[in-house]
């Protein structure tokens, strides 16, 4: 029996996908492939990527919003290690900055051993790869 990937996925890779990469209208069987894999749980977000992509005025929001079964309700574990990280790498701050939801979605995927899906570049998201490890 082969066991199957489950992804959770950062606001950036949406906002990647929806705005530069994939557009909807030019590449709508990358979007139902994604909305399949949504729909058999197997792509997954914290709340904060919503919150996240609320931010951008292109759609991206309203798509999310819409995906019955994207979004992993907030239960104790999952805060408990958000905290967690951001004790470990301060270089997250959940109030303000483009790091928001990075904590969130990292602590998922590490609580339910998800695989990230990100548009970081290494650079740029400095501490991500040791903290998603």
């Not at 994207?70 to 483009?98: C, K, M, S, W």
């Not at 570049?121 to 903290?131: P, R, S, V």
């Amino acid at each position: 029996m082969s066991t199957r990937n489950i992804y959770c996925i950062d606001t950036s890779s949406i906002i990647e996908a929806w705005t530069r990469a994939y557009p909807r209208d030019h590449f709508p069987s990358v979007w139902e492939r994604i909305e399949r894999l949504i729909v058999d749980g197997r792509l997954r977000a914290p709340r904060e990527v919503l919150d996240e992509l609320e931010r951008q005025e292109d759609g991206a929001h309203q798509w999310a919003k819409a995906q019955s079964g994207l979004v992993v309700p907030l239960n104790p574990e999952h805060a408990a290690e958000v905290q967690r990280i951001q004790e470990d790498f301060p270089y997250y701050n959940t109030e303000v900055g483009f790091s928001a939801g990075d904590p969130w979605v990292i602590a998922l995927a590490k609580l339910y051993k998800y695989i990230v899906v990100t548009y970081l570049i290494k650079n740029l998201g400095a501490g991500y790869t040791e903290a998603t490890e």
